[in-house]
């Protein structure tokens, strides 16, 4: 499975970007994806995952309430929307895709895209 992010780029604070992951391979065995994000000098956080039967959707607590994740019919392609954005959105955003275990947690990941970089701007 191959995991190709897309979407980052400078945007001023309060301004809105959206990311998006295309997913080719294998993809047929992926249970969710999720998107991390880390920032320089900082760990890697997660910030959305979308569980492909049944929709759920799980967000981290900083960006609650202002990114939305989605994900298109064909379970190949996850969609970032994030609105409202601030100086501490700043980072490299990362893709991935996983079986089982928890979609909170990085380590039940299986598959990472090559990250693209938000930039928050004052």
């Known amino acids: 499975v191959q995991l190709q992010a897309s979407g980052g780029g400078l945007v001023q604070a309060g301004g809105s970007l959206r990311l998006s992951c295309a997913a080719s391979g294998r993809t047929f065995s992926n249970a969710f994806m999720g998107w991390f994000r880390q920032a320089p000098g900082k760990e890697r956080e997660f910030v959305a995952g979308i569980r492909w039967y049944g929709g759920n959707t799980y967000y981290g607590d900083s960006v609650k309430g202002r990114f939305t994740i989605s994900g298109a019919n064909d379970r190949n392609t996850a969609y970032l929307q994030m609105n409202s954005l601030e100086l501490e959105d700043t980072a490299l955003y990362y893709c991935?895709?996983?079986?089982?275990?928890?979609?909170?947690?990085?380590?039940?990941?299986?598959?990472w895209g090559q990250g693209t970089l938000v930039t928050v701007s004052s």
């Open positions: 991935a895709a996983g079986r089982t275990g928890s979609i909170w947690s990085g380590a039940s990941y299986n598959y």
